[in-house]
């Protein structure tokens, strides 16, 4: 059994939609293809299980750029909505994608407002850091990244939908369904036919979901950059109690919850930024339940993260300011203490930090853009 607490990817690639028709690309989604199912050399390790209070595994599925009115009138969609709970108050932290990545593993997107590559320090944690502290396993799923551990900016993959358009080329690491299959470039019928091909056959395979696991179906971001940022979110898999299958949940939750949510099930530390501001950071409510975490009533939603380039931060070139700590005192979900990365000076928070500096109008560019240059 593996825990799989965050799944993603980003995209970039500026093309149109295209109206295609879904093609299954196999007989099914554990048969490979020429254009489905990347080899395995079988090298995930076998890890021991480590129970949580509400689920032991979860698993993230995120799509791309589709409104949340379209996305619920979808058949696919409602289809799933009646096995799991449909969440319709879930925003997005920003726009456009790679931030909204960034935060639901790091619980913040650090003034963030496109989607170019980007390294950011090791002293900056993730949930990845406050996962392995606990020894939970945890892998990421990226369909067309050429290899394991791939982490250039961008990898091509023939379009099979059109095979007389150029190669997509894909961007950066995380990635889950591909381009196509993810509805950025199709339509949400599209990616409900891909759900109806890969996910529905995958939640009654016992390999996949059991009573302890908890798939949580989102969209990185609202495609209409000028409406309030939600996305529809279903939780599904077995760990979904009964009686709360084919209902709707309009507690207010953003991606932050996601990482608030693991942080409550396994009573981890916390990263002591969006994860633990508690307008933000909501626990899925079954979760909350089980775990005896008391939710923050939000009234109003309406435009808490409609931001977009106005935040100053270190990936932000016009309001810079250098990578700083996070609220060390913080309490998460979890209870655990704040994680603290190898080399993060403690003293050097938000409060102390310069004013945001415009290095665009110096002609400079933001310190962390491009690869890493070392390990
Ligand atoms: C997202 O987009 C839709 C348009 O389909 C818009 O009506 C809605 O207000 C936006 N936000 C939410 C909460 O769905
Ligand atoms: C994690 O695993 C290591 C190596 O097996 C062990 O030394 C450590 O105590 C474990 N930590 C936790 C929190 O279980
Ligand atoms: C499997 O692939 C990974 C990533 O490419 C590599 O590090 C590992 O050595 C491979 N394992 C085997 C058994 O070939
Ligand atoms: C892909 O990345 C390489 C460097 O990693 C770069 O030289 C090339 O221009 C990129 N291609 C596109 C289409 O962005
Ligand atoms: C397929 O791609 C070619 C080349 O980009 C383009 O001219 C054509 O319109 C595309 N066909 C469809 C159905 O989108
Ligand atoms: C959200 O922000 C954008 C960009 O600032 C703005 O154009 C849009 O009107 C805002 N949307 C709403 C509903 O206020
Ligand atoms: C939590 O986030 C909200 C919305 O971005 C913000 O207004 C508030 O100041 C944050 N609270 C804390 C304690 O940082
Ligand atoms: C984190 O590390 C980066 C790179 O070394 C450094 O610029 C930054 O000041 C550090 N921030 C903190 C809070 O330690
Ligand atoms: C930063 O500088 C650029 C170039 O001079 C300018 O276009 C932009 O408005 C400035 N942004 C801010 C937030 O000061
Ligand atoms: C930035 O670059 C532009 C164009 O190359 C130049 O005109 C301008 O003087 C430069 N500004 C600074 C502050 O160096």
Redesign the pocket.
């Known amino acids: 059994m593996y825990a799989l607490p965050t799944i993603l990817l980003l995209s970039a690639v500026l093309q149109v939609a295209v109206q295609a028709q879904f093609v299954p690309p196999s007989e099914g989604p554990l048969v490979a293809s020429t254009n489905y199912v990347g080899a395995s050399n079988g090298s995930l390790p076998k890890t021991q299980l480590v129970p949580g209070k509400a689920f032991n595994r979860i698993i993230n599925i995120w799509l791309e750029n589709t409104?949340?009115?379209?996305a619920v009138s979808s058949v696919a969609f409602n289809e799933l909505a009646s096995q799991g709970i449909l969440l319709d108050q879930y925003c997005a932290v920003t726009h456009p994608s790679e931030p909204n990545y960034i935060g639901a593993i790091g619980g913040d997107f650090f003034g963030l407002s496109d989607d170019n590559l980007y390294h950011i320090p090791p002293n900056i944690s993730t949930v990845v850091d406050l996962l392995e502290a606990k020894n939970i396993s945890w892998a990421s799923y990226q369909e067309n990244m050429p290899y394991d551990g791939f982490e250039g900016f961008n990898f091509s993959s023939k379009n099979y939908v059109n095979t007389s358009a150029p190669d997509y080329v894909f961007y950066w690491v995380f990635v889950t369904p591909n381009m196509v299959n993810d509805g950025h470039d199709t339509s949400v019928d599209y990616a409900g036919q891909w759900l109806d091909f890969w996910l529905v056959p995958l939640l009654s395979n016992p390999n996949f979901n059991d009573d302890q696991t908890l798939v949580v179906l989102a969209f990185d971001e609202?495609?209409?950059y000028t409406?309030?940022?939600?996305v529809l979110t279903l939780l599904l898999g077995d760990a979904v109690p009964q009686n709360l299958r084919g209902t709707t949940d309009s507690t207010y939750f953003t991606h932050y919850s996601l990482l608030s949510t693991v942080e409550a099930n396994w009573g981890l530390g916390s990263l002591g930024r969006g994860d633990t501001n508690k307008t933000l950071s909501n626990v899925f409510s079954f979760v909350a339940d089980a775990t005896g975490y008391t939710n923050t009533d939000v009234s109003s939603n309406s435009m808490l993260t409609n931001a977009t380039g106005t935040i100053p931060g270190p990936l932000n070139p016009v309001l810079y300011v250098p990578f700083t700590a996070p609220n060390t005192a913080a309490v998460g979900a979890g209870g655990g203490p704040v994680f603290i990365g190898p080399g993060l000076d403690t003293s050097f928070t938000a409060d102390v930090a310069p004013p945001p500096v415009n290095l665009t109008a110096q002609n400079k560019t933001v310190p962390w853009l491009g690869p890493r240059t070392s390990s």
């Open positions: 409104d949340f009115l379209s609202n495609e209409s409406e309030n940022n939600c």
